[in-house]
């Protein structure tokens, strides 16, 4: 996963493609994505180390959340195909019964 991934990175050039990277795909005016990476440009070490901790932190909730709503929707999934399911069979059943009655 991308946390997984962020979380093994060491090196602070990295780190700092990465948060560029980020901010450069937000869905955010021009303008203010130029104000961020201007911002990027004037923290130093520390700063930018807990700006990276912050923005793994947030990509593990997003990806905890996705897990969740994924996990959350497939058993809706399947529990709407179970009760599917179920209605076929008690068509299937009363149709059966149906037709021997009638023989």
Not at 17 to 31: D, Q, T
Not at 46 to 58: A, Q
Not at 66 to 84: A, G
Request: aromatic content about 14%.
């Amino acid at each position: 996963m991308i946390f997984d991934f962020l979380k093994k990175q060491k090196n602070i050039t990295n780190k700092i493609k990465i948060i560029e990277v980020m901010i450069l795909s937000l869905n955010i005016p021009i303008e203010q994505k130029e104000l961020y990476m201007w911002a990027l440009s004037i923290l130093d070490n520390f700063w930018l180390e807990r700006l990276y901790i912050k923005l793994s932190k947030f990509a593990n909730e997003l990806e905890e959340e996705e897990l969740k709503n994924i996990w959350n929707n497939n058993f809706y999934q399947i529990s709407w195909m179970r009760k599917k399911e179920a209605n076929e069979k008690k068509r299937e059943i009363n149709s059966f019964s149906f037709l021997i009655s009638n023989l």
